[in-house]
């Protein structure tokens, strides 16, 4: 058994790329040893800026002796076939042996593979692994035509037993494998001789090189939560921020800034904004007034003077970059404060295209106004106020903020809208009518918000369905199959009902509205078979009429998907399609339709009875509970007549002689098949 | 590994700092060219990059290159932000192992002490549309500031670099602005302050950042400059077509930089026209690409020279 030790040390790896970096590492080379027949008992990688770093343990020594047996042609077979299994099994006729079988006589092979040394496997492995290694985008230099994330510059690859380490010998391109690496670029640059996995990483560590990205994070987050606490502040939780900064650092060392008083009173966003995408910094909050009072940023090293040179350089260009985030805010807020106002900016706005044929952002917002003011008594909403949020949700798009930072669309708009004297619920839509911007994204639920969240993917959809640029397999450049979504989520979420073919009419767009239906009708399966609805029972209450209200849609088929679960639901749909069945080659045959309901008094058996009376019963639930959109009562009232309907199919024989009897029994039949299909198109469900 | 030099003192001035960037970069061998005599937006336009970064030649220059980006004017009102500003340009092809070792070294030269600062290597990707170029890379940060780009071309004119160049590019004014402490870049000392007269940056500056403001955003005649763009366009066009073979001389002789200087002029109308904000998003993206035919041309021309590698028709 031997231990595997290798480290591939470059120039800085993007931060971004390294954690799927060493997942890649990994599973290269793990899975090329396995191939090989070289098992392990565990193996782990490791990411830091600068080096790629994988550990296998429990490693055999050698691969296996492996002995194949290759079933060959008869042993009087043609010469030629005889030959080409020689061939193809690398051996000669003296090789073979011949066999008595149940077949007769048959040629076997013995094919042996003598074991292989580790090194020499994993020497092969590396190398391919060098050279065809998945990064994202990688580049070559100098001379040479390697390709690598960055300059390669060395190649780390030892095996470890217990009598000692030895280099496993491979060249890639000019570089030698070694039992050297290097520790920190500035702290300890020199080189360190390693002989296992323990010794690499402590000597790292005393290198200032934290080798394991999760160690770093967590003294990140440890170090920066602990200062901002000391402080009564807290630190602004991000996930992703903090993956990245550790990408950035072999020596994580937490440094805690000021903000200068002049950018206090920026709108937390757009410090928070700032810092992160510009300087990488952390916000730390005062938890008592939510307000960004401080920094943490995390330089890669200790120096003399505890960072305090670093902190003031980072202060500085910190200053610099709120200097511009203060000068936009002030100008904007002068714009919008303005006797003007906003209108200055949805002006502006005819000058920026929206799509070439579908006009500028200027038009677009004009046919958002009309249709947020049409949606308006749907949605729950004052008209007026849902006209005029429309009007300027879209007008922060010309402010200097949001040039400057694209991600603060909408969000200034609410700023600014309110700087503007404009009602909360106007300014919230500026906000909210982006929303939701994925699967798991809140929906509005504002009146004024849904208004305009729902005519900006209305138009979006009609708009580019009027003009042909529907979304095809995987190519969705428009992101129309994220408004449909949006327009699902907000209708279903907010309980609406909202007209589909009605709204498309009123767009301004010439969209085809059955076909655009269609695609929501599609859109809103995917969404119900998540939730576990199935497709069938979508396609039994598309069928159905107004099937445009998405919401009524919803409900009807989680009704019927509920009671489809149930044993009598399930039991009562087969009583239906027999039913069907049989009415359908009843009337195949002839030019009737069995629809006028039957009568009891041609009834014979009591179980024929029976089916009347529950008809009856059921009908008299059904009817008023489907008026009111009650479709739980309706489909548990369909169910309960499973008994009484089974009863009935086990008791009489629906073809006797008596013609009276047996189209009564027919008819009888087809009431069952009405009041069915009043709730659902039972036809189209499967099974 | 190069060995370091160290110089602890501090510079003082704007100038010192470009002066012990030439030292340096001379001292490590490469030819210290001067500014290219055109308008142009950065460094990297400068032939002693673009073009010889192509081709198989070995090459290593450096140079100050002033550089021009209208849209960026401010009147010398702005603590950061010119119209007409400074950069220096180091090229080395091929890319040296220690190149990153290197520029560590410029910056101590220009009085960045190693052990007090916060130097970082952090991801960019640079691509210039106009050039047809792009490679990979990163800025370097100093404490959070971004000094300079460190990029290996991967791409020129819509070739392959074999071999890759690396290339540094650093921005003077804001890097001197961070050595010297100053808030301002008006108020940076050019020369040595305590020098008989001594110069700030505005002195300098100052009058023609106002003056050529002005100009930029609203006196320049846009339909002189777009005829001078259609003129340059064409000239860099009929100078490629020329045959290869000069009558007079009865040499071969491939005009890549006259035609190149064409494109160069072209692309700096495009950014005037831009300043003076006649040029609509849609015209933009079509401007940029008769920019990059152009320099795609010069850039086919050159590797038809001998600084480009050619090396005698095969046929």
């Known amino acids: 058994m031997a231990d595997l030790l290798i480290e591939l040390f470059s120039e800085e790896i993007p931060a971004r790329m390294q954690a799927r970096a060493a997942d890649d590492l990994k599973k290269l080379m793990t899975d090329g040893m396995v191939e090989a027949g070289l098992t392990y008992a565990s193996a782990a990688a490791f990411a830091t800026p600068r080096r790629l770093c994988l550990t296998v343990e429990g490693l055999l020594d050698a691969s296996p002796r492996t002995v194949e047996e290759r079933k060959g042609p008869k042993a009087d077979a043609p010469e030629k076939a005889i030959e080409g299994f020689l061939r193809g099994a690398g051996l000669t006729r003296d090789d073979l042996e011949e066999r008595d079988t149940p077949k007769g006589k048959i040629l076997f092979a013995k094919i042996t593979k003598e074991g292989r040394p580790a090194a020499e496997i994993i020497a092969e492995v590396l190398e391919q692994t060098i050279r065809n290694f998945p990064w994202p985008k990688s580049m070559r230099w100098g001379s040479g035509s390697l390709k690598w994330v960055r300059p390669l510059q060395s190649i780390l690859c030892i095996l470890s037993r217990e009598d000692g380490a030895e280099v496993v010998p491979l060249e890639v391109e000019g570089f030698a494998s070694g039992n050297v690496t290097y520790g920190h670029r500035f702290l300890a640059p020199d080189a360190i001789t390693v002989s296992s996995f323990d010794d690499y990483a402590a000597k790292l560590k005393r290198a200032f090189v934290v080798l394991d990205p999760a160690e770093r994070r967590d003294a990140i987050w440890n170090d920066a939560t602990n200062m901002a606490f000391a402080s009564g502040l807290e630190v602004v939780e991000d996930a992703g921020l903090l993956a990245e900064v550790a990408g950035l650092v072999e020596w994580p060392v937490v440094l805690m800034g000021r903000i200068g008083d002049d950018f206090l009173d920026l709108p937390p966003e757009v410090l928070q904004t700032s810092m992160k995408e510009h300087q990488k910094f952390f916000s730390v909050r005062n938890p008592k007034t939510g307000r960004i009072e401080k920094f943490v940023t995390v330089a890669n090293r200790t120096t003399a003077d505890d960072g305090a040179t670093i902190l003031a350089g980072n202060e500085k260009v910190l200053s610099a970059r709120l200097a511009d985030a203060k000068f936009f805010w002030d100008n904007d807020l002068r714009v919008a404060k303005s006797d003007e106002g906003m209108a200055a900016w949805v002006e502006n706005l005819q000058n920026v295209t929206f799509h070439n044929k579908l006009g500028t952002q200027a038009e677009l917002i004009e046919r958002m106004a009309v249709l947020a003011r049409e949606l308006a008594p749907m949605v729950g909403a004052d008209a007026d106020e849902a006209e005029q949020a429309a009007r300027i949700a879209k007008a922060d798009l010309s402010s200097e903020m949001v040039y400057e930072f694209p991600e603060l669309q909408g969000l200034m708009g609410r700023y600014y809208a309110i700087a503007a004297g404009m009602s909360e619920e106007v300014a919230a839509a500026s906000e909210e009518h982006y929303a939701p911007l994925g699967p798991s994204d809140d929906v509005p639920t504002a009146p004024v918000s849904i208004a305009v969240a729902l005519a900006e993917k209305i138009d979006k959809l009609t708009g580019f369905w009027a003009i042909d640029e529907k979304p095809t397999g995987s190519k969705d450049p428009f992101a129309l199959r994220r408004a449909a979504l949006g327009f699902i989520r907000t209708s279903l979420e907010n309980d609406l009902a909202i007209p589909v073919r009605e709204v498309v009419g009123s767009s301004a767009h010439a969209a085809d509205a059955e076909d655009l239906l269609a695609f929501l009708h599609d859109r809103l399966k995917v969404y119900l078979k998540d939730q576990g609805i199935r497709h069938d029972i979508i396609d039994a209450c598309i069928a159905m009429p107004n099937n445009d209200d998405l919401t009524l849609l919803v409900k009807r088929a989680r009704a019927l998907s509920d009671t489809l679960k149930t044993d009598d639901g399930e039991n009562l749909l087969q009583a239906f399609k027999r039913a069907n069945n049989i009415l359908s080659q009843a009337e195949a045959g002839s030019n009737i339709e069995y629809s006028h309901g039957g009568d009891i008094k041609y009834a014979e058996e009591d179980v024929e009875r029976a089916l009347f009376k529950a008809l009856d019963a059921a009908e008299a639930v059904i009817a008023p509970a489907m008026q009111s959109q009650d479709f739980v009562t309706a489909m548990s009232a369909m169910a309960s007549l499973r008994p009484t309907l089974d009863a009935f199919f086990e008791g009489v024989q629906i073809n006797t002689d008596n013609d009276i009897v047996r189209r009564n029994r027919l008819n009888l039949l087809g009431r069952i098949r009405t009041l069915c299909a009043s709730v659902a198109d039972l036809t189209k469900i499967d099974g | ?315």
């Open chain 2, 1 to 315: 590994m190069a060995k370091v030099e160290f110089m602890s003192q501090t510079p003082r001035s704007f100038q010192e700092i470009i002066l012990r960037l030439q030292s340096y970069w001379a001292r490590q061998g490469c030819a210290i060219l001067q500014p290219y005599d055109m308008e142009v937006g950065a460094g990297t336009f400068h032939p002693a990059t673009t073009l010889r970064s192509l081709g198989d030649q070995h090459w290593a220059a450096a140079y100050v290159q002033p550089s021009r980006r209208p849209t960026d004017g401010r009147y010398g009102e702005n603590p950061n932000r010119l119209q007409h500003y400074y950069q220096y340009q180091a090229l080395i092809k091929p890319s040296p192992p220690n190149l990153q070792e290197l520029y560590l070294g410029s910056l101590e030269a220009i009085g960045v002490d190693m052990d007090l600062h916060d130097i970082r290597f952090v991801e960019d990707d640079w691509e210039s549309p106009t050039l047809g170029a792009w490679g990979l890379g990163w800025e370097v940060w100093c404490d959070g500031m971004e000094v300079s780009q460190f990029t290996y071309f991967q791409q020129v004119g819509g070739h392959d670099c074999h071999p890759v160049s690396g290339e540094l590019t650093y921005g003077l004014e804001r890097l001197a602005m961070y050595i010297l402490g100053v808030d301002h870049v008006m108020d940076m000392p050019f020369n040595d302050p305590d020098a008989p007269i001594p110069l700030s940056y505005g002195d300098v500056f100052k009058q023609t950042e106002e003056e050529y403001a002005r100009w930029n955003f609203d006196v320049a005649n846009t339909e002189v400059l777009l005829r001078h763009f259609e003129e340059a366009e064409a000239e860099c066009k009929a100078i490629i077509e020329q045959e290869h073979m000069d009558p007079k001389t009865g040499k071969r002789i491939v005009m890549a930089h006259p035609a190149y200087d064409q494109a160069i002029k072209a692309s700096h109308m495009f950014n005037l026209l831009d300043a003076r904000g006649v040029i609509s998003v849609t015209e933009r993206q079509a401007y940029i690409g008769r920019v990059r035919a152009l320099t795609k041309m010069c850039a086919d021309a050159f590797v038809q020279t001998a600084a480009g590698g050619w090396t005698g028709d095969a046929a």
